[in-house]
């Protein structure tokens, strides 16, 4: 929001209207009236200049301090009214928005024609800080009428990008950008660069309100670079990228940001953005399961908005105290009474989804407390959201109905709801371009899914079953795959974070200082993530497959599908044309042997010793092996199994089981990947051998498969560059990549391969545009990847199966280099015979593990750490 200005040509009137433009500048010039003058008019407009420009550099004590010596000095009424509207601007900043609209109202009278204008804007700010949204919109109305009727183009802008601003909010499902498109131009056309900032980044505020996150991001982006141009900072607009972030939802970025924000308001004193920083804290902490540090956020937010007079802002942080509490395990009355009246109270301040998701918990509770008939009137109110807002919103009206129908006993009217708003959100997915985006972005349809799922359960139908599973899992890659931006600050970034990378190593490796290396690498990650994540999606979605689908191409091949369901970890198995359900015991269980597996098997690797560690190894494999194959073992036959992991088991070294070793094993996010990547044909270009740095294994390795393939392209030494393997993997039949390896769990599309100019991203991967038909990643964890809410996964195997690659052998442990080469040709040579990439695989580690090339422990652990993923 903006506070409004005058327009006279006096030096101290000059340094005003600099303020918005350069407000440093217009201190210096406010000061130098200030040395040369004693008139008190123009001393009191120059303390005003002051004021003002200390408020754009987030220093509210000094603009406080400015404003109140700006009303004593002025000895003309409408001067000091002009002083006491802008001190009520910056009182509202602080949160003391009773005093701010005492100010503002001791001005009205004072002031006509434009002025008057102004000051009813200025008015129309405070109101709007405290809530009061239609009194707000009502003095923006009056001002942008008196502002057209006087010709001040100045108080048009800001006023027309208030009003934007705020029927963002109020209309979050319609596009409100013609005030705000028409502020910025003004501004513009003013030069008052600062405000045509704001109102641009006013506009991505706007198109994330309504949905358009890809738009708001390249916004947001574009209008950052601005505002570094100008070095003004703008602590309070984290709070909107925070608003954006938790809407994909990017849970763990929202929730740095608004530890940030918190940190960054305290320190300037901005109370007000300070109180809506602690609710952005608790609402993230609660989405991400800490409900006892979103109950101490939301609290303090809530007293801070009761001492600022925000009263709308106070009943929002209740909500979230409220539901933080209900995640804590309260199931009152008391609190049952709460949840109601805070959802009224939310409904009648604006607050319509935060309304909805509350009565939603209101009627869980309800019917914990034995009250069906509240619970069904309460979920009959959220289920109206279904018709109107962002796509979120309405599949949560979607969900409320589903819920209601099941509470009324109608199953079969339930799953269509929940089918409804499934579709809703995939309309929303299919509007997100970047990979990362559509990946987090798989939270939203946790809860029909599984209620979906938990219906079809009920009624023991696997191949529903199935469909509910398939129909939330990894729907990032049931879309076309949309490349990155072909920005050129977007390939800068990409080659200074690898120079910037490979620096960083070296000095590790000698021991030098990495604090400032590590900064500049942290930015440039910064800066590639929000380039990446603007390109906007075409909208195509691939069908769910039906077991008819899968059976046709399965043949002879059993598809596994592992589903979590509440505690249980349950199993759709499919074969000849037929699915069949089984239960596979406790999910806890098996997560726990997964994590005993894996790590007794980097133990073989790491240690000298071996017994100790292959006995536990053994012990954890045939415990897992029991539980998750046991009740289906029979059904399987010695068939070629194709297996859909869910969570911690996408990361499982399948060949280290019992009933997986010898066999043809195909891991898929998906039985739709699965069936989209067994349709696709390879391209015919030439194979291609890649060696990695500061791996002397590498470049014998790639020696040796030269020989095995001929005609091959072998890129290494410092011909391995980054530029040149990707140039040489678009549109090859076969890739195999020997380099050194790393996961990047906190990012996996920062995951890299060792290359001789630096590391690899799978940020760069995903601009091949004709992708290998097979690659072969002699790395380690290359095939590790980050799971999301909704079995979503991200690293190298979902970028290059999303892009078009058939088949990936990957591993998801580290292993030693100097024991992967002769596995990886005895690989190549199979499949050069004609076996598939997971036959070939299956038969080189068998082979490979009876030939005592090392260590017993080290070369099980070597061969079980490859996986084959996708189309096997």
């Known amino acids: 929001m903006a506070d409004a200005e005058p327009a006279d040509v006096d030096p101290a009137q000059a340094a005003v209207e600099a303020v918005q433009r350069a407000p440093r500048e217009a201190i210096a010039a406010a000061r130098a009236v200030l040395a040369a003058s004693t008139e008190p008019g123009r001393r009191s407009t120059a303390e005003r200049a002051i004021g003002l420009a200390l408020r754009e550099l987030n220093d509210l004590p000094g603009a406080l301090r400015h404003l109140r010596r700006a009303v004593r000095y002025a000895d003309d009424p409408r001067l000091r009214a002009l002083a006491r509207m802008s001190l009520g601007y910056v009182l509202a900043n602080a949160g003391r928005t009773t005093a701010a609209l005492r100010e503002v109202t001791l001005a009205l009278p ?159 004193g901005l109370a007000s953005d300070l109180a809506e920083a602690l609710l952005a804290q608790a609402r993230a902490a609660l989405l991400a399961g800490d409900p006892a540090t979103a109950a101490d956020a939301a609290a303090s937010a809530r007293t801070r908005f009761h001492r600022q007079g925000r009263r709308s802002w106070a009943t929002f942080a209740r909500h979230v105290e409220l539901r933080a509490a209900y995640a804590q395990g309260r199931r009152t009355p008391v609190l049952l009474a709460a949840l109601i009246r805070t959802a009224d109270q939310l409904d009648a301040t604006g607050w319509r989804s935060p309304a909805s998701t509350t009565r939603i918990e209101a009627a869980r509770l309800a019917v914990a407390l034995g009250r069906p008939g509240r619970a ?85 139908a696997p191949a529903a079953v199935l469909r509910w599973a398939e129909r939330w899992r990894a729907n990032a890659l049931r879309m076309r795959p949309v490349s990155p931006p072909q920005d050129p600050g977007l390939a800068a970034a990409l080659a200074e974070l690898r120079m910037v990378s490979a620096a960083l190593e070296d000095a590790l490796l000698t021991g030098h200082p990495v604090q400032v290396l590590r900064r500049h690498q942290a930015r440039l990650e910064q800066r590639i993530r929000e380039l990446s994540r603007g390109v906007a999606g075409d909208g195509e979605l691939l069908a769910t497959p039906t077991v008819r689908d899968l059976a046709a191409a399965l043949g002879d091949t059993v598809l596994l599908e592992l589903v979590t369901h509440g505690p249980r970890l349950r199993a759709v198995l499919v074969r000849d044309g037929r699915a069949e359900l089984f239960d596979l015991g406790r999910l806890d269980q098996v997560e726990r042997l997964v994590r005993l597996h894996r790590f007794g098997l980097r133990r073989l690797v790491t240690t000298a010793d071996h017994s100790d560690a292959r006995a536990g190894v053994d012990r954890a494999a045939d415990d897992l092996d029991r539980l998750v194959f046991g009740p289906v073992r029979a059904r399987l036959a010695d068939r070629p199994l194709v297996i859909v992991p869910v969570g911690a088991l996408h990361s499982v070294p399948w060949s280290g089981l019992a009933t997986c070793a010898g066999r043809s094993v195909t891991v898929a996010p998906s039985a739709t990947a699965w069936l989209r990547a067994a349709g696709r044909s390879a391209p015919a270009g030439p194979a291609v051998l890649v060696a990695g740095p500061r791996l002397s294994a590498a470049e014998t390795e790639v020696g040796q498969l030269a020989a095995v393939l001929p005609g091959s392209v072998s890129l290494t030494g410092a011909g391995a560059r980054a530029d040149a393997v990707t140039g040489a993997l678009n549109g090859s039949r076969l890739a195999h990549v020997a ?69 990936l052998v990957a591993t998801v442990l580290p292993v030693p280099a100097d024991l992967t080469t002769t596995l990886m040709v005895d690989l190549h040579r199979r499949m050069c015979a004609g076996a598939s990439p997971a036959l070939a695989l299956a038969q080189a580690q068998a082979a490979f593990a009876g030939s005592g090339a090392g260590p017993a422990g080290a070369v099980h652990a070597t061969a079980a750490a490859f996986v084959c993923f996708g189309a096997g």
């Open 739 to 807: 380099a050194h390896g790393r996961f990047r769990a906190d990012n996996p599309l920062f995951s890299t391969l060792e290359l001789a100019d630096g590391p690899l991203t799978a940020y760069e991967l995903e601009r091949l545009t004709s992708p290998p038909g097979c690659v072969v990643l002699s790395a380690c964890d290359s095939g590790l990847a980050g799971v999301r809410p909704g079995d979503e996964v991200m690293g190298f195997s979902a970028v290059l199966l999303a892009l078009g690659t058939r088949s």
């Open 110 to 268: 004072l002031l006509t024609g434009a002025d008057a204008g102004r000051a009813r804007m200025q008015r129309g700010v405070v109101l709007h800080y405290r809530g009061r949204f239609d009194e707000a919109v009502r003095d923006y109305d009056v001002a942008v009428e008196i502002a057209q009727r006087e010709g001040d183009l100045l108080l048009e802008a800001r006023a027309r990008n208030n009003r934007g601003l705020l029927n963002a909010h109020r209309q979050p499902g319609r596009s409100t950008d013609g005030d705000l498109l028409r502020a910025a131009a003004a501004f513009g056309g003013l030069g008052l660069d600062l405000a045509a900032a704001d109102a641009r980044w006013n506009s991505g505020i706007a198109a994330g309100q309504r949905g358009d996150v890809a738009g708001a991001l390249r916004c947001f982006a574009s209008v950052d670079a601005e505002y570094r141009r100008l070095a003004v900072p703008r602590p309070a607009l984290l709070l909107d990228r925070f608003e954006l972030l938790l809407s994909v939802p990017l849970l763990d970025e929202a929730v740095g940001v608004a530890a940030t924000a918190v940190a960054e308001l305290r320190r300037l």
């Open 376 to 460: 069904a009137q309460l979920l009959e109110v959220a289920a109206s959201a279904r018709r109107v807002g962002t796509a979120p919103r309405r599949a949560q009206g979607w969900y409320a109905l589903a819920l209601r129908r099941r509470l009324a006993g109608d199953e079969s009217g339930a799953a269509r709801a929940l089918r409804r708003g499934l579709a809703v959100l995939d309309g929303h997915r299919a509007s997100l371009g970047a990979t990362e985006l559509r990946t987090h972005s798989g939270a939203y349809g946790h809860e029909l899914a599984a209620e979906g799922l938990d219906i079809a359960v009920g009624r023991a």
